[in-house]
C-alpha cells in the first residue's frame, strides 16, 4: 500500500497562500488518480481537487479560480496551491492516492483568519 504523508499547512489571514505537498513512498506515475479532501468540524468531507494519470484536473466549485492541483512524478509528489485563500477554507486537508487499496495521509491543518 501507498504511504502518503502531507505537508505545508499553517495558519495565515485572509487573502494569503499556501502551498500543500504530498510525499508517495512509490512511484505515482502508475496510480489513477490523486485526490485533495477537505473536512471541517460540522461539516461532510468534501472533495477539494484531483488529478488523473493522465493529467486531467478536477476542482470543486468553491475553489475554482483559487486552487490549483498538480504534481511532479520524479518526487513521487502532489501539490495544491491555495490562493486567495477564504475563513471557509478552514479544514484538515488529507491527500488520497485512487488504488487497491486506497491510500491516505495523516492530514494537515489549514486555518484562515479573517
Known amino acids: 500500500q501507498v504511504q502518503l504523508v502531507e505537508s505545508g499547512g499553517g495558519s495565515v489571514q485572509a487573502g494569503g497562500s499556501l502551498r500543500l505537498s504530498c510525499v508517495a513512498s512509490?512511484?505515482?506515475?502508475?496510480?489513477?488518480?490523486m485526490r485533495w479532501f477537505r473536512q471541517a468540524p460540522g461539516k461532510q468531507r468534501e472533495l477539494v481537487a484531483a488529478?488523473?494519470?493522465?493529467?486531467?484536473?478536477n476542482y470543486a466549485d468553491s475553489v475554482k479560480g483559487r486552487f490549483t492541483i498538480s504534481r511532479d512524478n520524479a518526487k513521487n509528489t502532489v501539490y495544491l496551491q491555495m490562493n486567495s485563500l477564504k475563513p471557509e477554507d478552514t479544514a484538515v486537508y488529507h491527500c488520497?492516492?485512487?488504488?487497491?487499496?486506497?491510500?491516505w495521509g495523516q492530514g494537515t491543518q489549514v486555518t484562515v483568519s479573517s
Open positions: 488520497n492516492a485512487v488504488a487497491y487499496p486506497d491510500s
Open positions: 512509490t512511484s505515482i506515475f502508475s496510480i489513477l488518480a
Open positions: 488529478i488523473t494519470s493522465g493529467g486531467s484536473t
